[in-house]
């Protein structure tokens, strides 16, 4: 798994901890013979809720990379699985500052994402795709800029995704 210096300890953990399909998935603890109800995915209702559906295939998530892609300005993103998540910027032939900042926005929405599924079944909260959105994009801004004191960003750059720093 690929870690990202500028994002919180607590994004690249819960990345390794996905890597190893060590999330409280319905579909991985069924596996440990807990009972889960339905195996279907708390954020679409329409499939069976595993790692890789969760992060790439789930229907919900797909509103969210495209959100990410039209704001990072790159091409729209078929992610299949969790691995995809993490290598698709292999294909995007930027700059290795871009794809590492587009990598940590990915680690930061795979962490928000499953807060958000969490913030669903344990407190009825509704899943709503412009506000997960917008977080994103804050603890993005919040998070880079106090790792890389060397090369802050202005909110408005940031928000346009557009500055000097790649
Ligand atoms: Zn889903």
């Known amino acids: 798994m690929r870690w990202c210096k500028w994002i919180p300890a607590k994004c690249n953990v819960f990345m390794w ?41 789930c229907r919900f998530t797909d509103g969210i990379w495209n959100g990410v ?11 299949f699985s969790l691995h995809d998540v993490q290598n698709v910027n292999d294909q995007l032939g930027y700059s290795l500052v871009k794809k590492d900042i587009i990598l940590g926005i990915m ?9 958000m599924r969490n ?11 412009t506000q997960v959105l917008s977080d994103i994009k804050s603890l993005s801004f919040l998070w880079f800029n106090s790792r890389r004191k060397s090369a802050r960003v202005g909110w408005k750059e940031w928000q346009s995704f557009s500055f000097d720093v790649m």
């Open 17 to 57: 901890r996905a890597w190893l399909d060590r999330i409280p998935t319905k579909v991985a603890l069924s596996k440990r013979n807990i009972n889960v109800g339905n195996n279907l995915c708390v954020l679409c209702d329409e499939a069976e809720e595993t790692v890789d559906h969760v992060f790439a295939g």
């Open 69 to 79: 892609a039209s704001w990072c300005r790159i091409p729209h993103l078929f992610l």
């Open 107 to 115: 680690m930061i929405a795979c962490w928000r994402i499953w807060k």
């Open 119 to 129: 913030e669903k079944v344990f407190k009825a909260a509704n899943a709503i795709t």
